[in-house]
């Protein structure tokens, strides 16, 4: 055995052979591809040889291939027809129509060699069976027609087209039959074909192209008959946008301006919830072209609406997007679409039964029910429509007030009082509210009926006994009907209360009431009974006018009147004991109380500052008035002088709600009362400082 030829060198050559360039050198160096020598046959028996060479070579391919592959029969039955042996050639279609007998392409070049060698009737058979076999290829329909016209046979194509008619085809076979019979002038056949055919495909381009064809044949009537057959005859679903542009082209093309408009309008209301931007922006043009100002307008009124529509149709809880369709359709002038629209927007009820999700939607009703009243007219809507508010409102979680007194005026402007007291009624047992007895108590009032408003106080006060606004006007009511025992009994029992939601107010109207009695002693006596209660600032401020000024004076601010008709008057008044009394007394009075008052912050509200430098400030004012006037006297106010205390700015630390300390420092102003000097020694060397700092300043400058 010889032993292999070891290597030697095993270093890469210089020269590198890629696999690619060794393919590439083979395929250069590659012979031509093989050609099959030219046969010329000199004799019968060579071509017969050459025949039976040929056909073996097709049976052996068909036999390995044919059944899955037909482009070998093709060749077979192509290669007969060459050697003109149609009989052969016959055999060998019909061998493969076995094999594959919906093979289109089979049945289309079997019927056009017949064809090409005007074998007719042997093509009519293959048409035929083409046709039976293959119903629905429209090709073949196609072409066995297209042979019989090409004929003349026109007879026998009206009949091709009479049985494909049958199988139902789609709109291009109608049309194909349609067109054969226009070619020959058969205009009635042509329109008994399109009434078959709208028939057999109800769409909105059958129905198009058949009042197309009307227009051709010069029948505009019948045309717009075919416009309106189909609005009728399909259904919902079927008809769509095309079919309306269509129509309100052929009518702007007769120069028929208001049927367009009219079809535009009907076709914007048919697709209201649908896709109409073709046709909105078909209309706008259309307006823009034949229409006037009014015109135009519709159509920007049209577009505006279907933009709020499918807006709303996103988030049918917007209720600004309402108010905005419901305004629109207003400025129309359409009852009906505004009722529509109010309808749709009172729909869309809030999410949940809270009052804030209630707040904006309750408004859509409120303007819904004016609008019966004011443009519509229409009473009553008006009172259905407050009716179905109120049922919708779920009066045990809450209420609005201003629907019920709406509701109940609307009917007091009809003069139905007794439908008015029965609303307030209602109300006010399903859900009290104060705004609800007032507006009731104010419409008895307006009435003149007092005893029904003091029940109605009563029941207000039985509801609500805490509102200080509802005892006061109780009050006043007996007031001003003269009866002050009553109007000071219930003062004395309002101030009794536990409780008082605005007790200042209760006791300030209770004061002026005894003022405008003229009663000073029980004014005076308020007055200390509200100190008991409380010390704050304003009450001695106001206690201390009081004392200070004549009742007249007082009666006559609370009615508004001027009051310098008694300027440089000493206003005589009778005290208790039916003494004259002067504003000499009454300075002296009002000295005293400012004098209280101060003890009283200084003493018992030491953190009170601020109030007590008001109570000073107010005091040094009336001390100088009375010196004006020539009741007071200089000791007095230089004594107030003394008591007013010295404005320091000091630093404090920085203090957050929640009590802890940031590390900063804040400026603040305290105020430093004569009283307080002895509590601070080191008050004298600051005031030296502060000497020597600002005279330092001034030699600055």
Request: glycine share 4%.
């Amino acid at each position: 055995m010889q032993r292999p030829v070891p290597v030697k060198n095993k270093q890469p050559a210089p020269t590198q052979i890629t696999a690619e360039q060794i393919l590439r050198e083979s395929k250069s160096l590659q012979a031509d591809e093989f050609q099959a020598p030219s046969v010329k046959i000199t004799d019968p028996q060579e071509l017969a040889e050459y025949r039976m060479g040929k056909r073996k070579e097709f049976e052996d391919n068909v036999r390995r291939v044919g059944r899955w592959n037909g482009s070998i029969w093709v060749k077979y039955a192509q290669w007969e027809e060459t050697q003109k042996d149609f009989r052969r050639a016959r055999s060998v279609w019909e061998r493969a129509l076995e094999t594959d007998p919906r093979n289109t392409s089979l049945w289309l070049k079997y019927a056009e060699m017949e064809m090409r060698h005007r074998f007719v009737n042997h093509a009519r058979n293959v048409w035929d069976r083409a046709v039976t076999m293959l119903p629905r290829i429209d090709q073949l329909w196609y072409k066995y027609i297209h042979m019989e016209e090409m004929l003349g046979n026109v007879a026998g194509a009206r009949q091709i087209f009479e049985r494909w008619m049958q199988w139902e085809p789609d709109h291009h076979g109608w049309m194909a039959y349609i067109k054969m019979e226009l070619r020959y002038g058969e205009v009635d056949r042509a329109r008994g074909i399109y009434e078959r055919y709208i028939r057999c495909i109800p769409s909105v381009k059958a129905w198009v192209r058949y009042a197309k064809f009307e227009l051709k044949n010069g029948n505009p009537g019948l045309a717009r008959r075919c416009y309106e057959r189909s609005l009728e005859e399909l259904s919902e679903d079927d008809i769509t946008d095309e079919l309306f542009l269509k129509f309100a082209e052929f009518e702007e093309m007769l120069n028929e301006t208001e049927r367009a408009r009219a079809i535009y309008k009907y076709a914007l209301e048919h697709f209201k919830e649908g896709d109409a931007s073709a046709i909105r922006q078909r209309y706008m043009a259309f307006e823009k072209q034949r229409g006037d100002r009014e015109g135009i307008e519709e159509a920007i009124y049209v577009k505006r609406r279907e933009e709020y529509e499918s807006k709303l149709k996103k988030d049918p809880l917007d209720y600004d997007l309402w108010f905005d369709l419901t305004r629109l359709e207003e400025e129309a002038g359409d009852l009906a679409k505004i009722r529509n629209a109010y309808e749709m927007a009172v729909a869309a009820l809030p999410p949940a039964e809270e009052k804030r999700y209630w707040e904006r939607y309750i408004y859509i009703w409120i303007k819904y029910a004016l609008f019966e009243e004011l443009i519509a007219k229409d009473m009553e809507r008006t009172r259905e429509v407050y009716r179905t508010c109120l049922k919708l409102i779920p009066h045990s979680a809450f209420t609005f007030a201003k629907i019920w007194i709406m509701a109940a005026q609307f009917e007091i402007r009809q003069h139905r009082l007794d439908a008015a007291r029965k609303i307030f009624g209602m109300s006010i047992g399903m859900c009290p509210k104060n705004k609800l007895f007032r507006s009731y108590i104010e419409m008895e009032l307006s009435l003149g009926n007092i005893d029904r408003c003091r029940v109605l106080y009563e029941k207000h006060l039985e509801f609500n006994p805490a509102s200080a606004a509802a005892w006061g006007q109780f009050a006043e009511l007996e007031t001003a009907l003269g009866e002050s025992e009553r109007a000071r009994a219930l003062y004395e029992i309002a101030i009794s209360q536990p409780e008082l939601d605005m007790p200042e107010a209760l006791w300030k109207a209770y004061i002026d009431f005894e003022i405008a009695e003229e009663d000073r002693r029980n004014a005076r006596a308020l007055y200390e009974r509200l100190l008991e209660k409380t010390q704050h600032v304003k009450v001695w401020l106001s206690y201390a006018k009081f004392e200070g000024t004549a009742l007249k004076i007082l009666i006559a601010e609370q009615e508004g009147e001027d009051t310098s008709k008694f300027a440089g008057q000493d206003v005589q008044e009778l005290d208790d004991s039916r003494n004259a009394v002067g504003q000499a007394d009454r300075v002296k009075k009002a000295r005293d109380i400012y004098s209280r008052g101060f003890r009283s912050l200084r003493e018992l509200q030491l953190d009170c500052k601020e109030e007590a430098v008001m109570l000073l400030e107010a005091w040094r004012k009336f001390e100088k008035e009375s010196l004006a006037s020539g009741f007071g006297s200089e000791e007095a106010v230089q004594a107030v002088e003394e008591k007013m205390p010295r404005r320091v700015k000091r630093k404090r630390p920085i203090v957050l709600e929640d009590g802890t300390e940031t590390g900063g420092m804040e400026e603040y102003y305290d105020y430093i009362f004569p009283d307080e000097a002895s509590a601070a020694p080191n008050m004298k060397i600051l005031e030296a400082a502060y000497k020597w700092k600002k005279q330092k300043m001034e030699s600055t400058d």
